[in-house]
């Protein structure tokens, strides 16, 4: 048994794929199969159950999992043991962050993230998709909105504060409304869902403390934020979108905001990561790296709101 072993058996568990674990480890679907049948030779256990179709963990290899997965961090931290300087680090991270995040707060401060950490290389997913953290092979996901359970380590960052925005050509055809009664009187929302259903559209507002919303109608569904703020500058119908991304897009003109009383709650923000004893440190280090940025990314926006 070694290290390489171990971390070809944990890939196959974790993506529940030989195909896709050869695909992220750079080798062939053959060798992986061969590595974790030897592994398995060598143990005296059978640690997946193989099907057609799918790959599933069995009692014994969830035990096995579980301490592969610590014994390879513990190598990891005991490799760097005595180098803890930053350009020490080394290895790939697996990361996902919401589109309008990536694009606007994480990727141009990554520069400076990888020269401090020339060691290190970045997958990072940015999708508007909720991915599903272990069946994609991610270390760690970044989400906004409200958390389900999932057995996932949750770490709060922040809240996005909201705002109703409209461009100025649909306030020039529509009006600007002033009261909630006035939205429903001729006004529309730009529908947005991430798998196109045809759920109706809501406005979303507090009450006292309290969530409320009432539908709305709408002409056009997107499923991205981009194609939500696009659908919003031609004047397809209003958006509830996070202030940050658009406070320039205010600033300029281009967008207004609009009922600012009746703004919807704010988006919590979470990083999310897999409950492991112990976590390696470059994924600790870059998650500390990312739940800071976007931190004073919130930080900085709230204070320019305030003034």
Known sequence: MDLDSLRVYVQV?????FTRAAERLGLTRARVS???????????TRLLQRTTR??????DGEAFLERAQTLLADAEDLQSLFSRQPGSLRGRIRADVPLQL??????PNLPAFLADHPLLEVDLGSTDRRVDLVH???DCVLRVGVLQESG???????QMVQANLASPAYVAKHGHPRSLDDLRQGHRLVRYSSRLAGWPALWEYEEEGEPRSFEMPAVITVNNTLAYEAACRAGLGLIQAPV???????????????????????LPITLLYAHRRQVPRRLQV????????????????DAARRR
């Open 13 to 17: 568990a974790e993506l529940a794929s």
């Open 34 to 44: 061969a590595i974790v049948q030897q592994l398995e030779a060598g143990l005296g």
């Open 54 to 59: 799918t790959v599933r963990v069995t009692p």
């Open 102 to 107: 990536g694009a606007r707060v994480v990727l």
């Open 136 to 138: 994609d092979g991610f």
């Open 152 to 158: 996932l380590v949750a770490r709060p960052v922040g």
């Open 244 to 266: 940050l991304g658009h406070r320039e897009a205010l600033a300029r003109g281009e967008l207004v905001e609009v009922l600012p009383e009746w703004r919807a709650p704010p």
């Open 286 to 301: 870059f998650m500390d790296w990312l739940a800071g940025l976007v931190g004073q990314a919130l930080a900085e926006d």
